[in-house]
Nanobody, 128 residues
Framework: QVQLVESGGGSVQAGGSLRLSCEVSDTSMRYCMGWFRRAGGEEREAVAVIDCDLSTTYAEAVKGRFTVSGDSAKNTLHLQMDDLKPEDTDMYYC???????????????????????WGQGTQVTVSS
C-alpha cells in the first residue's frame, strides 16, 4: 500500500512562512507530485505541481509567494509558502501519481484515486 506522509502544517500570522513536505513510501518507481487544497470549492484544486515532464504549475493566487521543489530520486516534494494570507487557510493535500501517467494529471482530481494517491492532508491556518 503506497502511503504519502505529509508534514509542516501549522498556524502562522499573516505575512509569515511555512514549509510543507511530502514523501512517498514507495521508492521502487518515480512519482510525479503536487500540492492541492479545496479553496472553498467542492473539489481539491492544484496549488503547486511538478508535472511528469518536470514542468511546474502554480495557482494564480499563490504565484510569487509559494515555491515548489522536489527530489524525484527520493519521491519527496516540498512547498515553501511565504507571505501567507488568511485566504491561504486550508487543508493542504499532497498527491502522487506514477511517472508513466501523462502530463496534466493534476487537472483530474476527482479521478485521481484511480491512477494515483492522496495524502491525509495537513492543516495550514493563517490569522490576520
Amino acid at each position: 500500500q503506497v502511503q504519502l506522509v505529509e508534514s509542516g502544517g501549522g498556524s502562522v500570522q499573516a505575512g509569515g512562512s511555512l514549509r510543507l513536505s511530502c514523501e512517498v513510501s514507495d521508492t521502487s518507481m518515480r512519482y510525479c507530485m503536487g500540492w492541492f487544497r479545496r479553496a472553498g470549492g467542492e473539489e481539491r484544486e492544484a496549488v503547486a505541481v511538478i508535472d511528469c515532464d518536470l514542468s511546474t504549475t502554480y495557482a494564480e493566487a499563490v504565484k510569487g509567494r509559494f515555491t515548489v521543489s522536489g527530489d524525484s530520486a527520493k519521491n519527496t516534494l516540498h512547498l515553501q509558502m511565504d507571505d501567507l494570507k488568511p485566504e491561504d487557510t486550508d487543508m493542504y493535500y499532497c498527491a502522487a501519481v506514477p511517472a508513466a501517467v501523462p502530463n496534466g494529471w493534476w487537472r483530474h482530481t476527482r479521478q485521481l484515486p484511480r491512477f494515483g494517491y492522496w495524502g491525509q492532508g495537513t492543516q495550514v491556518t493563517v490569522s490576520s
